[in-house]
């Protein structure tokens, strides 16, 4: 498990290089088709001490690549970044909570603390990401989000509230839609009831 908590040393530092370069494509594209793997590796974690510092550090690279999805950084088809957002959203809510009780008397454990603005940016990458989803996986996301226990982080509140405002926008264009049609049918069928008298 060390060796991987090197790894991933390794890759937050390259994260932010590639970043500078402008060429993290191919890093963000390699960790999201291993998200699952890496997750699984996640799992094999002992102690509670090593759970907390191997999620802390899968957390910061993951944290990079959210942002650079949902900033736009890096373009990824829709059913990656749907991927994305389905592999790393049950984990990061549950992490949280575990990473944020480590208590803060002990130096070792402040090392483990997460710096407040990164959780920010990665609450704010998930939402941008889920907000650039088709609306039917916005309703499955948003409506899992409701009902789920860990409703505080991330929290979806705006990207409820643009869906909520979108879905509204849409039926009503939808409608205006159906309205208009409708009239047009009419229309042509006066047309054409006008055209038979003028031919008798």
């Known amino acids: 498990m060390q060796s991987f908590h090197c790894h991933l040393s390794d890759m937050s530092w390259a994260c932010q290089i590639l970043s500078k370069l ?3 494509f191919e890093f963000v594209n390699s960790w999201v088709d291993a998200s699952d ?4 590796v996640v799992k094999h974690a002992s102690s509670a001490g090593e759970i907390i510092e191997t999620k802390l550090k899968v ?3 993951t944290s990079k690549v959210l942002e650079a999805i949902g900033y736009g950084t890096v373009i990824l088809p829709t059913a990656k970044r749907l991927h994305v957002v389905k592999a790393w959203l049950p984990f990061v809510r549950v992490s949280k ?3 944020d009780s480590v208590t ?5 454990a402040m090392e483990l603390k ?3 603005e990164m959780w920010q940016s ?4 998930f939402v941008s990401i889920v907000l650039a989803l088709p609306s039917g996986d916005q309703a499955e996301i948003l409506t899992e989000w409701l009902g789920n226990e860990h409703i505080h982080y991330p929290d979806f509140t705006e990207a409820f509230e643009v869906w909520c405002y979108r879905s509204k926008i ?3 264009r939808l409608a205006d839609i159906k309205e208009n049609h409708e009239v047009g049918i009419e229309r042509k069928v006066q047309e054409n009831k006008g055209c038979r008298c003028i031919d008798s």
Do not use: C, F, W, Y
């Not at 803060?104 to 070792?108: G, K, L």
């Not at 990665?122 to 990458?125: C, I």
């Open 104 to 108: 803060t008397n002990d130096e070792e």
């Open 97 to 99: 909570p575990l990473i």
């Open 59 to 61: 957390i910061e690279v």
């Open 114 to 116: 997460m710096d407040g």
């Open 37 to 40: 793997k890496v997750l699984q």
């Open 122 to 125: 990665l609450e704010s990458a």
């Open 170 to 172: 849409a039926k009503r």
């Open 22 to 24: 402008e060429i993290i």
